[in-house]
């Protein structure tokens, strides 16, 4: 007996459309590449900027050096930014650091900004707020970056605290925060460098947060004028 040949209703479910030639076509051709992301090639644009700030002079800085960096072409850096100098005011800016650096309650951020500092300098080499150790650099950008970083670090953080010397007691924190990065990230103290996060969190925190915390109740760390 001859196999049997299945019917038509069989081999072609009743409601399903018939394939057309335009169907076989979007089935057999490959997937189009897929362009970077514009919002991702601008990050990496400044990512690779902010690096080079942290390391060299403005005036020794090209487009083409940020370019390579970056992984992209340097008229790609035009396209996005127009020219070195709006480039590096994008650079100059610290808001998104302090977002991150600050990002904790008062009472629990003298051991996160110790965690950032030492985190961001082992995963990327640097902590994009020391960019203001090398102000000195940058000839007169180097203002531009000392005016952001007092608006959009230290005022900003002073703003969080309370009791007196807000001002003051914002400044020595960060001062010795900033101290910790210069250690770990451009003396690269070896001690320091192979210390567990944690346990440089645990021993450096309190003494950030002693100058964040209001003693004004007990006569105890603040400054008198």
Known sequence: MSPMTP???????????????????????P???????????KVAILRAARHLLARQAHADIT?????????????LVVKYFGNKD??????????????????????????????????????????????????PLHGDHGEVLRANFRAQVTER?????????TG???ELAVATLLGLGVMFGIARGPELRAMPVEDIVDRYGPTVQAHLDDHQDTGQGTIRG
């Open 7 to 29: 019917s038509p209703d069989a081999r072609t479910p009743p409601d399903a459309a018939p394939r057309t030639a335009a169907d076989t076509a979007a089935t057999s051709m």
């Open 31 to 41: 997937p189009a590449p897929v362009r970077r992301d514009a919002e991702a090639t």
């Open 63 to 75: 487009l083409k050096a940020v370019a390579v960096r970056a992984g992209v072409s340097a008229p």
């Open 86 to 135: 709006a480039l590096f005011a994008h650079v100059m800016s610290f808001d998104e650091d302090a977002d991150a650096l600050l990002a904790a309650p008062l009472p629990e951020l003298g051991r996160h900004m110790v965690r950032h500092v030492v985190v961001s300098q082992r995963e990327r080499g640097t902590d994009p707020v020391l960019r203001i150790v090398f102000a």
């Open 157 to 165: 953080l002073a703003a969080r605290l309370t009791g007196p010397d």
């Open 168 to 170: 003051a007691r914002a």
